[in-house]
């Protein structure tokens, strides 16, 4: 049966939705058509990137037969990444710089965008496009089917992984999902592929209930997901290693072990303010 939870708004989400935005200038004449499709990447210090991935992602959406809105999330950036978001996106009928005062980490960034995203379909994907845009194909018949979260893995038959990590960072990410597994989210086998795609209704659900705003946030939001009994689909996506992580071995691998256990603290001490009522409403 599909499900249809009310989205839940906090006055932290509130505060969220009013964080400092920018649009880029649109084209003269341009036509407000429903949006299909919300496109979000979270940004910290991506000059060097997005001079590339921008342009990249700009082609596949003008390909695309449906509307759709580009929102480029600034998590604090040092290095002028908003400016040249800007200046990229500069024509964009529909994009939209968010720029925040100072880092967060990226499930803020996320959080942010998703909770501004006007599609019907909100879809969050990494600066360094790891995951090509063109795999978001494969979502479709999935999305249009009634899932409310669909989701890229590189673990499943069918991925293909044409540049691997560094054995430390796989050896890092597989040992998470297994935590995840038991501690969060079971029956995941990729929880950190950045390549994710929600229904309008489901992502305002999910983000405004969310907490965690470090690299922790994908496993907290697919363990609100199956509270809720979202219908989730994993598809196996093509996904390359890109240099440049910024993932700090030691003090990230601790802080999303810490993640992983404040998931649980939260729901047991009732933190996720409205989820047992959002609840009420999926029986």
């Given at each position: 049966m599909k499900n249809s939870a009310l989205p839940v708004t906090e006055p932290g989400a509130l505060k969220l939705q009013t964080s400092q935005s920018t649009a880029v200038a649109a084209s003269p004449g341009a036509e407000k058509a429903p949006l299909r499709l919300s496109v979000i990447i979270p940004a910290y210090n991506e000059t060097a990137r997005i001079g590339r991935t921008i342009p990249a992602l700009l082609t596949y959406l003008h390909g695309l037969d449906c509307a759709h809105e580009f929102l480029i999330v600034d998590d604090g950036s040092t290095d002028g990444t908003p400016h040249t978001a800007r200046q990229l996106?500069?024509?964009?009928?529909?994009?939209?710089?968010?720029?925040?005062?100072?880092?967060?980490?990226?499930?803020?960034?996320?959080?942010?965008?998703?909770?501004?995203?006007?599609?019907?379909?909100?879809?969050?994907?990494?600066?360094?496009?790891?995951?090509?845009?063109?795999?978001?194909?494969?979502?479709?018949?999935?999305?249009?089917?009634?899932?409310?979260?669909?989701?890229?893995?590189?673990?499943?038959?069918?991925?293909?992984?044409?540049?691997?990590?560094?054995?430390?960072?796989?050896?890092?990410?597989?040992?998470?999902?297994?935590?995840?597994?038991?501690?969060?989210?079971?029956?995941?086998?990729?929880?950190?592929?950045?390549?994710?795609?929600?229904?309008?209704?489901?992502?305002?659900?999910?983000?405004?209930?969310?907490?965690?705003?470090?690299?922790?946030?994908?496993?907290?939001?697919?363990?609100?997901a199956q509270q809720l009994g979202y219908r989730i689909k994993e598809v196996p996506v093509s996904w390359h290693d890109e240099p440049g992580t910024k993932v700090r071995l030691w003090k990230d691998s601790v802080r999303s072990l810490l993640g992983l256990a404040t998931i649980r603290a939260n729901f047991l001490r009732g933190r996720y303010t409205g989820l047992n009522r959002a609840m009420r409403k999926h029986t």
């Amino acid at each position: 049966m599909k499900n249809s939870a009310l989205p839940v708004t906090e006055p932290g989400a509130l505060k969220l939705q009013t964080s400092q935005s920018t649009a880029v200038a649109a084209s003269p004449g341009a036509e407000k058509a429903p949006l299909r499709l919300s496109v979000i990447i979270p940004a910290y210090n991506e000059t060097a990137r997005i001079g590339r991935t921008i342009p990249a992602l700009l082609t596949y959406l003008h390909g695309l037969d449906c509307a759709h809105e580009f929102l480029i999330v600034d998590d604090g950036s040092t290095d002028g990444t908003p400016h040249t978001a800007r200046q990229l996106l500069s024509g964009e009928p529909r994009a939209r710089v968010l720029e925040q005062p100072r880092n967060r980490g990226k499930g803020h960034a996320v959080r942010v965008g998703m909770l501004a995203a006007e599609g019907q379909f909100v879809l969050f994907c990494d600066a360094d496009l790891s995951t090509p845009p063109q795999e978001l194909d494969k979502f479709w018949p999935w999305l249009d089917s009634g899932y409310e979260v669909v989701i890229g893995s590189r673990k499943m038959a069918g991925a293909n992984v044409s540049r691997r990590q560094p054995l430390w960072r796989e050896s890092l990410g597989k040992g998470f999902t297994w935590l995840t597994n038991i501690i969060a989210a079971p029956g995941i086998s990729d929880v950190t592929c950045g390549f994710k795609c929600f229904t309008h209704l489901a992502a305002q659900t999910l983000f405004s209930l969310s907490l965690i705003d470090d690299w922790s946030f994908d496993a907290e939001v697919l363990f609100i997901a199956q509270q809720l009994g979202y219908r989730i689909k994993e598809v196996p996506v093509s996904w390359h290693d890109e240099p440049g992580t910024k993932v700090r071995l030691w003090k990230d691998s601790v802080r999303s072990l810490l993640g992983l256990a404040t998931i649980r603290a939260n729901f047991l001490r009732g933190r996720y303010t409205g989820l047992n009522r959002a609840m009420r409403k999926h029986t």
